[in-house]
C-alpha cells in the first residue's frame, strides 16, 4: 500500500506529558490514576505548584536554530513551518542564513533573493506574525550566516575586520640591508587592495628564549625603524654582534565573509568587532535598510532577540583594530610597539618570543586590551542598540581569547554550544557571568553532531544536554530546522547542513520529514519542563573559582573541583577579574553575592593558561582581600605569597601584589594550600560544605534552585563531556540535599516526562538536610522539590513518612502510605514517628514476556518532489524482537513501526497488583497504548512505565510505536551521500517484560 506524506504539512497534536524515575520515591512512570501515588493538582503559593510545572509556557520550551536559503522564501511557507513548530509543542526559533550544502550559490539568486533583500523582509515579518498568534519567539541573526557581517563594506573599509600582517628579513651582525621593506609573509586575502606599514622594526635574536615554532628575541634590542622607511624602502646596518631580524607590521583588512557565502548582493564582509566603526555599521545597515516601519512594529510587539554566533574571526596574521595601540597604552601606561613581536601571529601562531615570563605577561596584556575593547564597543554597543528597539542580545561570546566571562555578565542572554564546548566547565564559565549579573537564561546550541546528519538520536541529544543543564544551561537551540526547500535540492529537502563536503553534514534537520517528529512534543514537554524549573528563581552554586584569564570553549577545567569535587557533589562556576566590581559582588552572612548564586567560598589557583602560575592583578587582588576581609572564605592553590601580576608589572607592582597577598594569608578564613589534594580539607576547615552529599563518589551531576519558598535540584547521571570514556553507568545510591529557604518543607519529585508531581514517601531529615535514594540510567535526569507540604496540591499534610525499609517502593496513596514489592513477603517500614510496622504482601505473579509480535510498518521512501514522502506498509509477524536491518523486509526501511501484541495475566490477578512494562531498547522514539488507553511519554533513557491501573485479568492489548530517523532510507535513497554510513539499529528490540507488583497499606 502506498500514501503520500508532505513535508510541508506534517503537525502533530502537542502533549504536555511526560515520565521519569528515581527508584525507591515511589513514582508512577504514566498519568497517575487515582490508585496509584498522590500527585499534586493545584497551583501553589508564589505561582510555584503542580499546573506551573506541568504545562511549562512557550517562553521556556526548547527553540529552533531555523535555517534559511537567505531571502528564497515563500511567506505562506514560512507560517507553516512556524505552526509546525507550535504544534510540536516548541517555544520559538531563530531565523539564520545558512545554506553550505548548496556548491553552486548562483542558484539562490542573491540579487534578487538575498539575505536582507524585499523576500527576505516579506518572510521575517511572515514568521513574526504567525508566531505572535501562536505564541512562539523569533530571534534574528545580526547577519547572514557568522561572523556578523553587513553588505555594502569593503574589505578595506575602517568597518571592516582588519589583521596586523608581518614581513621579516634576517640578517647577520654588521650586514646592511637596503630595499623595499619586507612584505607581508602572506599576500593579501581576494578584495583587500590597500594595506598601510604601521611600523618597522629591529630586534637581536635569542637563541635562549626561541622554543620549537617562535624566534627568541632580546627585548633590549628592539629598535623602531619606521621613521627610517622613505618611499617604502629602508637602509640599515645591523649591529656586529649575533644574528638579527628586521619586522614590518601591516595593518590591511583581512577580507573575510560570512560562512558559505555570498548571502547578499552585494555580498557581505564581517565586519571590525572591536572598534565603534564595526558596530555602527552593523546598526546603521539595519536602520537604514531593514527596519522598515512594519518589521520595526513586529520586533517590538515579539519582544524577541538579536543573536550572534561564535566569534571566529579567522586572519592569517593577528586580529587587529586601527585604535589598538592607543587602547594598549591607557590600560596598560606603556606603548604596545615594543612589545609587538610578542603578539604577532601567522595563521594563529605565535612567531617571536622574548623571556617566558615577560612574554605571558605582555600577550595577557594585549588580550586583555581587545577583551576590553570587543566587550565595550561590540556587545556593549549591540545590546544597548537591540533595547532601543525592545530586543534583546543573546551571542556565543568566544572563539578568541577575551574574556567571554565578563561577555556573559553583558550580555542579556549568553549562549554555549555542545559541538564546541570540551566539557561542562566551559557552560559554567558562561554561567559564573550570567548569574553574578543577575541574568536567569544560559542558551546552548544542541544538538550538533559531526557526520550526524539524519542519524541523530534523541536519545543521544538527551545524553549530551543532561550534563549541560548541571552545568548552568536552561534553554535550548535544537540545531536545527531547516526551510522546506532550495532551488536543486533532493529528498527530503533543504538541508543547511547536509551534504557536506560530499558527505553527510553536521547537525540535524527536525521537522515533519523526519519520521521521529510523530513524538516530538514529548521531548518539546520534557525539555520545557526541565527548562521551567532551571529558569526559576535564583541559580545557586557551592563556589566561585576565580580566572585570571576569562577565555571559554578550552575545556579547561579547576584544579580538585572538576575531578574530585563534583563527583561528591560539589558545584562551582567561573569568575573572572571584572566581574568582581560588579554590584553583586559583595559579602554577606559569608557569602558572595548573596541575592545571585551565594557563593560559600572563593577559590584561586595559578593560571591554566599560563603554565598554571600563580598570578593576580593586584586591583583583583585588592578585591579578593575585600571579600575576605567582609568573610568571605578563600582558599589558594599554590605558591600566592611569591605571586606574579598576570601583565607586565608597573613599578613596585610586584611588591605590592604580594603585599596584598601577605595581609589577605593571614587572616583566619584564609586558606593556602600547595597540593590540589588538599583543597576538600580547606574547605573543611573553613566549614564549608556542598548543598548536596553523595554517599560515595557518583557520576550524578547536580543543579541547585531557589525561588522564595522552593528549593529545586536537577539531577543527573551525566558524564562531565561527550567523549568521556569509559561511558557511565546506571547509579543506585543515597543523595542529601540540604534546604537553603526557609519554613518547613517535604520533598516532592517532579518528572519532567509527565509533568506529574509526587509528594515524597520515603526518606530521612536531619536539620534541614533530606537524605533519598536515587536510581538513574546513564543520562537520565529527575528533579527534587524541597518545599512546604501543600505546595504542590497534594494532600498528605504532616502524615508519618517512611525512613528505611525492605520494600522495593514507599508511597503515599489516597488510602495512607503503602509499600510496593515484586515478590511475596512481609516487609518491615520503619516511621518517622519511631514505629515500625510489617506488611504483608500477597502473591505476585510471574513476569510476562511476550513471544510474538504483529509489526506494520510506514515505510518512508522519497516523493514525486523533495519535499513529499512516499509511504509503503508492511506488515509482519514476529516470534523473536530484532533490529529492522536483520529483518530483510526492513533492511534500509525508516519510519513508522507499530508492535502490537497480547499480555495474558492470570486468574487471580486483583486489583492490588499492579506491574511495570520493560520496553528494553528501542530505537528510536516510542509511545505505549494499553487496552486502547495511550500512556505517558516514555523516558527516552530509561524506557520503564508503570501501567498497573491499565491492566486487567486475562487478555491485555500491548501497542508500542516506533519511530526512527531517516538515515537507513537515505543510504539507499541518496547512496552517493549516505551510502557509507552504517546501518542504524531501529525499532522495539527489548528485551519486553511486563513485571507485576502488589502494592498493600501500611499498618
Given at each position: 500500500?502506498?500514501?503520500?506524506?508532505s513535508?510541508?504539512?506534517?503537525?502533530?497534536?502537542?502533549?504536555?506529558?511526560?515520565?521519569?524515575?528515581?527508584?525507591?520515591?515511589?513514582?508512577?512512570?504514566?498519568?497517575?490514576?487515582?490508585?496509584?501515588?498522590?500527585?499534586?493538582?493545584?497551583?501553589g503559593?508564589?505561582?510555584?505548584?503542580?499546573?506551573?510545572?506541568?504545562?511549562?509556557p512557550?517562553?521556556?520550551?526548547?527553540?529552533?536554530?531555523?535555517?534559511?536559503?537567505?531571502?528564497?522564501?515563500?511567506?505562506?511557507?514560512?507560517?507553516?513551518?512556524?505552526?509546525q513548530?507550535?504544534?510540536?509543542?516548541?517555544?520559538?526559533?531563530?531565523i539564520?542564513?545558512?545554506?553550505?550544502?548548496?556548491?553552486?550559490?548562483?542558484?539562490?539568486?542573491?540579487?534578487h533573493?538575498?539575505?536582507?533583500?524585499?523576500?527576505?523582509?516579506?518572510?521575517?515579518?511572515a514568521?513574526?506574525?504567525?508566531?505572535?498568534?501562536?505564541?512562539?519567539?523569533?530571534?534574528?541573526?545580526?547577519?547572514?550566516?557568522?561572523?556578523?557581517?553587513?553588505?555594502?563594506?569593503?574589505?578595506?573599509?575602517?568597518?571592516?575586520?582588519?589583521?596586523?600582517?608581518?614581513?621579516?628579513?634576517?640578517?647577520?651582525?654588521?650586514?646592511?640591508?637596503?630595499g623595499?621593506?619586507?612584505?607581508?609573509?602572506?599576500?593579501?586575502?581576494?578584495?583587500v587592495?590597500?594595506?598601510?606599514?604601521?611600523?618597522?622594526?629591529?630586534?637581536?635574536?635569542?637563541?635562549?628564549?626561541?622554543?620549537?615554532?617562535?624566534?627568541?628575541?632580546?627585548?633590549?634590542?628592539?629598535?623602531?625603524?619606521?621613521?627610517?622607511?622613505?618611499?617604502?624602502?629602508?637602509?640599515w646596518?645591523?649591529?656586529?654582534?649575533?644574528?638579527?631580524?628586521?619586522?614590518?607590521?601591516?595593518?590591511?583588512?583581512?577580507?573575510?565573509?560570512?560562512?558559505?557565502?555570498?548571502?547578499?548582493?552585494?555580498?557581505?564582509?564581517?565586519?571590525?568587532?572591536?572598534?565603534?566603526?564595526?558596530?555602527?555599521?552593523?546598526?546603521?545597515?539595519w536602520?537604514?535598510?531593514?527596519?522598515t516601519?512594519?518589521?520595526?512594529?513586529?520586533?517590538?510587539?515579539?519582544?524577541?532577540?538579536?543573536?550572534?554566533?561564535?566569534?571566529?574571526?579567522?586572519?592569517?596574521?593577528?586580529?587587529?583594530?586601527?585604535?589598538?595601540?592607543?587602547?594598549?597604552?591607557?590600560?596598560?601606561?606603556?606603548?604596545?610597539?615594543?612589545?609587538?613581536?610578542?603578539?604577532?601571529?601567522?595563521?594563529?601562531?605565535?612567531?617571536?618570543?622574548?623571556?617566558?615570563?615577560?612574554?605571558?605577561?605582555?600577550?595577557?596584556?594585549?588580550?586583555?586590551?581587545v577583551?576590553?575593547?570587543?566587550?565595550?564597543?561590540?556587545?556593549?554597543?549591540?545590546?544597548?542598540?537591540?533595547?532601543?528597539?525592545?530586543?534583546?542580545?543573546?551571542?556565543?561570546?568566544?572563539?578568541?581569547?577575551?574574556?567571554?566571562?565578563?561577555?556573559?555578565?553583558?550580555?542579556?542572554?549568553a549562549?554555549?554550544?555542545?559541538?564546541?564546548?570540551?566539557?561542562?566547565?566551559?557552560?559554567?564559565?558562561?554561567?559564573g557571568g550570567?548569574?553574578?549579573?543577575?541574568?536567569?537564561?544560559?542558551?546552548?546550541?544542541?544538538g550538533?553532531?559531526?557526520?550526524?546528519?539524519?542519524?541523530?538520536?534523541?536519545?543521544?541529544?538527551?545524553?549530551?544536554?543532561?550534563?549541560?543543564?548541571?552545568?548552568?544551561?536552561?534553554?535550548?537551540?535544537?540545531?536545527?530546522?531547516?526551510?522546506?526547500?532550495?532551488?536543486?535540492?533532493?529528498?527530503?529537502?533543504?538541508?543547511?547542513?547536509?551534504?557536506?563536503?560530499?558527505?553527510?553534514?553536521?547537525?540535524?534537520?527536525?521537522g515533519?520529514?523526519?519520521?521521529?517528529?510523530?513524538?516530538?512534543?514529548?521531548?518539546?514537554?520534557?525539555?520545557g519542563?526541565?527548562?521551567?524549573?532551571?529558569q526559576?528563581?535564583?541559580a545557586?552554586?557551592?563556589?566561585?573559582?576565580?580566572?585570571?584569564?576569562?577565555?571559554?570553549?578550552?575545556g579547561?577545567?579547576?584544579?580538585?573541583?572538576?575531578?574530585?569535587?563534583?563527583?561528591?557533589?560539589?558545584?562551582?562556576q567561573?569568575?573572572?577579574?571584572?566581574?568582581?566590581?560588579?554590584?553583586?559582588?559583595?559579602?554577606?552572612?559569608?557569602?558572595?553575592?548573596?541575592?545571585g548564586?551565594?557563593?560559600?567560598?572563593?577559590?584561586?589557583?595559578?593560571?591554566?593558561?599560563?603554565?598554571?602560575?600563580?598570578?593576580?592583578?593586584?586591583?583583583d587582588?585588592?578585591?579578593?582581600?575585600?571579600?575576605?576581609?567582609?568573610?568571605l572564605?578563600v582558599?589558594?592553590?599554590?605558591?600566592?605569597?611569591?605571586?606574579?601580576?598576570?601583565?607586565?608589572?608597573g613599578?613596585?607592582?610586584?611588591?605590592?601584589?604580594?603585599?596584598?597577598?601577605?595581609?589577605?594569608?593571614?587572616?583566619?578564613?584564609?586558606?593556602?594550600?600547595?597540593?590540589?589534594?588538599?583543597?576538600?580539607?580547606?574547605?573543611?576547615?573553613?566549614?564549608?560544605?556542598?548543598?548536596?552529599?553523595?554517599?560515595?563518589?557518583?557520576?550524578?551531576?547536580?543543579?541547585?534552585?531557589?525561588?522564595?519558598?522552593?528549593?529545586?535540584?536537577?539531577?543527573c547521571?551525566?558524564?562531565?563531556?561527550?567523549?568521556?570514556?569509559?561511558?557511565?553507568?546506571?547509579?543506585?545510591?543515597?543523595v542529601?540535599?540540604?534546604?537553603?529557604?526557609?519554613?518547613?518543607a517535604?520533598?516532592?519529585?517532579?518528572?519532567?516526562?509527565?509533568?506529574?508531581?509526587?509528594?515524597?514517601?520515603?526518606?530521612?531529615?536531619?536539620?534541614?538536610?533530606?537524605?533519598?535514594?536515587?536510581?538513574?540510567?546513564?543520562?537520565?535526569?529527575?528533579?527534587?522539590?524541597?518545599?512546604?507540604?501543600?505546595?504542590?496540591?497534594?494532600?498528605?499534610g504532616?502524615?508519618?513518612?517512611?525512613?528505611?525499609?525492605?520494600?522495593?517502593?514507599?508511597?503515599?496513596t489516597?488510602?495512607?502510605?503503602?509499600?510496593?514489592?515484586?515478590?511475596?513477603?512481609?516487609?518491615?517500614?520503619?516511621?518517622?514517628?519511631?514505629?515500625?510496622?510489617?506488611?504483608?504482601?500477597?502473591?505476585?505473579?510471574?513476569?510476562?514476556?511476550?513471544?510474538?509480535?504483529?509489526?506494520?510498518?510506514?515505510?518512508?521512501r522519497?516523493?514525486?518532489?523533495?519535499?513529499?514522502?512516499?509511504?509503503?506498509?508492511?506488515?509482519?509477524?514476529?516470534?523473536?524482537l530484532?533490529?529492522?536491518?536483520?529483518?530483510?523486509?526492513?533492511?534500509?526501511?525508516?519510519?513508522?513501526?507499530?508492535?502490537?501484541?497480547?499480555l495474558?495475566?492470570?486468574?487471580?490477578?486483583?486489583?492490588?497488583?499492579?506491574?511495570?512494562?520493560?520496553?528494553?531498547?528501542v530505537?528510536d522514539?516510542?509511545?505505549?497504548?494499553?487496552?486502547?488507553?495511550?500512556?505517558?511519554?516514555?523516558?527516552?533513557?530509561?524506557?520503564?512505565?508503570?501501567?498497573?491501573?491499565?491492566?486487567?485479568?486475562?487478555?491485555?492489548?500491548?501497542?508500542?510505536?516506533?519511530?526512527?530517523?531517516?538515515?537507513?532510507?537515505l543510504?539507499?535513497?541518496?547512496?552517493?551521500?549516505?551510502?557509507?554510513?552504517?546501518r542504524?539499529?531501529?525499532?522495539?528490540?527489548?528485551?519486553?517484560?511486563?513485571?507485576?507488583?502488589?502494592?498493600?497499606?501500611?499498618?
Amino acid at each position: 500500500m502506498r500514501e503520500s506524506i508532505s513535508g510541508r504539512g506534517g503537525v502533530t497534536r502537542r502533549s504536555v506529558l511526560a515520565a521519569g524515575l528515581v527508584a525507591g520515591a515511589s513514582v508512577p512512570l504514566g498519568p497517575a490514576p487515582p490508585s496509584a501515588a498522590v500527585p499534586g493538582s493545584a497551583t501553589g503559593g508564589r505561582g510555584v505548584g503542580a499546573e506551573w510545572f506541568a504545562a511549562p509556557p512557550r517562553s521556556v520550551r526548547p527553540r529552533f536554530r531555523w535555517w534559511w536559503p537567505d531571502g528564497l522564501v515563500d511567506p505562506d511557507e514560512v507560517a507553516r513551518e512556524i505552526d509546525q513548530m507550535a504544534d510540536a509543542g516548541f517555544g520559538g526559533a531563530e531565523i539564520a542564513a545558512v545554506h553550505h550544502s548548496v556548491r553552486d550559490k548562483s542558484v539562490l539568486d542573491t540579487a534578487h533573493h538575498g539575505w536582507g533583500s524585499r523576500p527576505w523582509r516579506a518572510g521575517v515579518e511572515a514568521a513574526l506574525r504567525r508566531a505572535a498568534r501562536r505564541g512562539l519567539t523569533v530571534d534574528l541573526t545580526l547577519g547572514p550566516a557568522w561572523p556578523a557581517a553587513v553588505p555594502g563594506i569593503t574589505p578595506d573599509d575602517e568597518a571592516a575586520v582588519q589583521e596586523l600582517a608581518h614581513g621579516r628579513a634576517q640578517l647577520t651582525g654588521g650586514a646592511t640591508f637596503s630595499g623595499p621593506v619586507p612584505p607581508p609573509v602572506h599576500e593579501a586575502a581576494p578584495g583587500v587592495r590597500r594595506q598601510h606599514l604601521l611600523a618597522v622594526q629591529a630586534a637581536r635574536v635569542d637563541p635562549a628564549h626561541s622554543t620549537r615554532r617562535e624566534t627568541g628575541l632580546d627585548l633590549a634590542t628592539v629598535e623602531d625603524l619606521t621613521r627610517r622607511v622613505t618611499d617604502g624602502a629602508l637602509t640599515w646596518t645591523a649591529p656586529p654582534d649575533g644574528q638579527w631580524v628586521l619586522i614590518s607590521y601591516w595593518r590591511r583588512g583581512s577580507g573575510q565573509q560570512p560562512e558559505s557565502g555570498p548571502h547578499s548582493s552585494p555580498a557581505a564582509f564581517v565586519v571590525d568587532h572591536f572598534s565603534p566603526a564595526g558596530t555602527a555599521a552593523i546598526t546603521e545597515y539595519w536602520e537604514s535598510r531593514l527596519l522598515t516601519p512594519s518589521l520595526r512594529r513586529l520586533l517590538r510587539a515579539a519582544g524577541g532577540a538579536f543573536f550572534e554566533d561564535s566569534i571566529e574571526l579567522e586572519t592569517d596574521g593577528l586580529q587587529w583594530t586601527p585604535r589598538l595601540p592607543e587602547a594598549f597604552e591607557k590600560h596598560t601606561g606603556r606603548p604596545l610597539l615594543p612589545y609587538l613581536p610578542a603578539v604577532v601571529l601567522d595563521n594563529g601562531n605565535q612567531v617571536f618570543a622574548f623571556e617566558a615570563q615577560l612574554t605571558r605577561q605582555i600577550r595577557h596584556d594585549f588580550w586583555e586590551t581587545v577583551s576590553g575593547l570587543f566587550n565595550r564597543h561590540h556587545v556593549r554597543a549591540l545590546r544597548d542598540w537591540a533595547h532601543s528597539l525592545g530586543m534583546a542580545l543573546r551571542a556565543q561570546p568566544y572563539g578568541l581569547p577575551t574574556d567571554a566571562i565578563a561577555s556573559a555578565a553583558i550580555l542579556d542572554v549568553a549562549e554555549g554550544e555542545s559541538l564546541g564546548f570540551k566539557n561542562l566547565d566551559d557552560h559554567r564559565c558562561l554561567a559564573g557571568g550570567r548569574d553574578m549579573a543577575g541574568h536567569t537564561v544560559l542558551s546552548c546550541e544542541a544538538g550538533a553532531y559531526n557526520g550526524s546528519a539524519y542519524g541523530t538520536t534523541w536519545d543521544r541529544f538527551l545524553r549530551t544536554m543532561g550534563g549541560a543543564y548541571a552545568a548552568g544551561v536552561n534553554q535550548t537551540v535544537l540545531h536545527g530546522f531547516s526551510y522546506a526547500t532550495a532551488p536543486g535540492v533532493s529528498w527530503p529537502g533543504f538541508a543547511a547542513f547536509s551534504p557536506y563536503g560530499g558527505a553527510p553534514g553536521y547537525g540535524e534537520s527536525w521537522g515533519p520529514r523526519q519520521p521521529t517528529w510523530r513524538h516530538a512534543d514529548d521531548i518539546a514537554g520534557y525539555l520545557g519542563r526541565v527548562h521551567r524549573v532551571l529558569q526559576a528563581g535564583t541559580a545557586r552554586a557551592d563556589v566561585a573559582v576565580f580566572r585570571q584569564t576569562g577565555y571559554t570553549a578550552t575545556g579547561i577545567g579547576a584544579s580538585w573541583f572538576t575531578s574530585t569535587g563534583v563527583p561528591l557533589g560539589w558545584t562551582h562556576q567561573f569568575l573572572s577579574g571584572p566581574l568582581l566590581g560588579l554590584p553583586g559582588a559583595v559579602v554577606s552572612g559569608g557569602r558572595l553575592a548573596p541575592e545571585g548564586p551565594a557563593y560559600k567560598a572563593l577559590f584561586v589557583e595559578g593560571d591554566f593558561f599560563h603554565g598554571s602560575t600563580p598570578t593576580l592583578a593586584e586591583a583583583d587582588a585588592r578585591r579578593v582581600l575585600d571579600l575576605a576581609t567582609a568573610g568571605l572564605p578563600v582558599v589558594l592553590l599554590g605558591a600566592f605569597d611569591q605571586a606574579l601580576t598576570p601583565g607586565v608589572p608597573g613599578d613596585g607592582g610586584t611588591e605590592r601584589l604580594r603585599e596584598v597577598l601577605t595581609r589577605l594569608l593571614a587572616l583566619p578564613h584564609v586558606r593556602r594550600v600547595t597540593d590540589r589534594a588538599a583543597v576538600g580539607d580547606a574547605l573543611a576547615q573553613l566549614g564549608v560544605t556542598p548543598d548536596v552529599r553523595y554517599a560515595t563518589t557518583s557520576t550524578l551531576l547536580n543543579a541547585h534552585r531557589v525561588t522564595e519558598d522552593v528549593d529545586f535540584y536537577y539531577l543527573c547521571n551525566g558524564k562531565h563531556a561527550e567523549t568521556v570514556r569509559p561511558p557511565v553507568a546506571a547509579i543506585d545510591h543515597e543523595v542529601t540535599l540540604r534546604r537553603t529557604v526557609r519554613g518547613t518543607a517535604v520533598p516532592y519529585l517532579l518528572d519532567p516526562w509527565t509533568g506529574e508531581v509526587v509528594r515524597l514517601a520515603r526518606y530521612t531529615e536531619d536539620d534541614g538536610r533530606f537524605t533519598l535514594r536515587v536510581a538513574l540510567q546513564p543520562g537520565q535526569a529527575a528533579i527534587v522539590a524541597l518545599g512546604r507540604p501543600g505546595l504542590f496540591g497534594d494532600r498528605v499534610g504532616r502524615r508519618a513518612h517512611a525512613v528505611a525499609g525492605d520494600a522495593d517502593e514507599v508511597l503515599f496513596t489516597p488510602d495512607g502510605l503503602a509499600v510496593r514489592a515484586g515478590r511475596a513477603g512481609t516487609y518491615t517500614t520503619r516511621l518517622s514517628h519511631g514505629r515500625t510496622v510489617t506488611t504483608r504482601i500477597a502473591a505476585v505473579p510471574a513476569p510476562v514476556v511476550p513471544d510474538r509480535w504483529q509489526l506494520d510498518v510506514e515505510d518512508w521512501r522519497p516523493g514525486d518532489g523533495p519535499t513529499r514522502t512516499e509511504v509503503v506498509r508492511h506488515t509482519l509477524t514476529l516470534g523473536t524482537l530484532l533490529p529492522w536491518p536483520q529483518i530483510p523486509e526492513l533492511a534500509d526501511v525508516s519510519g513508522i513501526g507499530r508492535y502490537r501484541t497480547t499480555l495474558t495475566l492470570p486468574p487471580d490477578w486483583t486489583a492490588g497488583h499492579g506491574a511495570l512494562l520493560e520496553l528494553g531498547q528501542v530505537g528510536d522514539t516510542c509511545r505505549v497504548t494499553l487496552n486502547g488507553s495511550r500512556l505517558g511519554p516514555v523516558d527516552r533513557l530509561h524506557p520503564v512505565l508503570d501501567v498497573g491501573p491499565w491492566l486487567r485479568r486475562g487478555d491485555n492489548t500491548l501497542e508500542v510505536e516506533v519511530a526512527t530517523p531517516l538515515l537507513n532510507r537515505l543510504r539507499v535513497a541518496v547512496p552517493d551521500v549516505f551510502g557509507g554510513v552504517a546501518r542504524q539499529a531501529y525499532g522495539l528490540l527489548g528485551p519486553v517484560r511486563l513485571v507485576p507488583y502488589a502494592q498493600a497499606r501500611v499498618g
